[in-house]
């Protein structure tokens, strides 16, 4: 059964329902915003007692905001409805996916040891983009076990070859549920 999507309200509320769907239920917020802050709170709170000082517990906290609250909201019906709608392509899902490469480069710089960790940019974004372009373009009753088993080789990158990121060590596995398990594939119902 086809169900029509509300429009996106005017003002500024527009932009929230531009940004996780028009139609959000009550259930949902409360959801998404709860996991956003939380996780903002102890991650931020983790680099501070790391004694990484207050500009990387800012930086980790605003990171773990959109990516363990997005991680969230990206598995909501509403948020799956709206960026799965007619109107939004592969193209679409490939640039919002793309976006995150500037977490993956603020992380590379800040919370890997000192100086700019090209390997940890170049493998991790490499491998997001690439398990992005298969997934978006798999057919649809493959999407999800094929982004689980990309999801899993990411772990298996970050495990036994990268390394975690000290203090944002959930980092990679969150990111890669936000994107691929939670932005790229599709609301599904048996």
């Given amino acids: 059964m086809h169900r029509t999507l509300p429009e996106p309200r005017l003002g500024l509320l527009g932009v929230w329902d531009r940004f996780v769907g028009p ?6 917020l409360w959801l998404v915003l709860s996991a956003s802050i939380v996780a903002s709170v102890l991650a931020g709170l983790n680099v501070w007692l790391l004694g990484m000082g207050w500009l990387l517990a800012l930086v980790a906290a605003v990171i773990a905001f959109d990516v363990i609250g ?6 909501t019906d509403t948020t799956k409805r709206w960026y799965h709608r007619a ?3 592969a193209k679409d899902h490939f640039g919002f996916i793309a976006l995150h490469i ?6 590379a710089w800040l919370f890997r040891g000192d100086g700019f960790d090209m390997q ?3 493998v991790v974004s490499g491998w997001l983009m690439v398990s992005a372009v298969i ?5 649809e009753m493959l999407k999800s076990p094929i982004a689980v088993s990309l999801y899993m080789i990411a772990l298996a990158l970050t495990l036994y ?7 944002l060590e959930w980092f990679v ?6 994107l691929l398990i939670g932005h790229a594939v599709p609301l599904q119902r048996l």
């Fill in 23 to 28: 139609g959000m239920t009550r259930a949902e």
């Fill in 70 to 75: 997005g991680a969230v909201c990206n598995m």
């Fill in 87 to 89: 109107q939004a392509g």
């Fill in 102 to 107: 500037v977490h993956i480069a603020l992380v």
């Fill in 120 to 122: 940890f940019a170049v």
């Fill in 135 to 139: 997934v978006i373009l798999s057919p």
């Fill in 161 to 167: 070859w990268l390394g975690f990121s000290k203090g």
């Fill in 173 to 178: 596995p969150a990111l890669f549920l936000k």
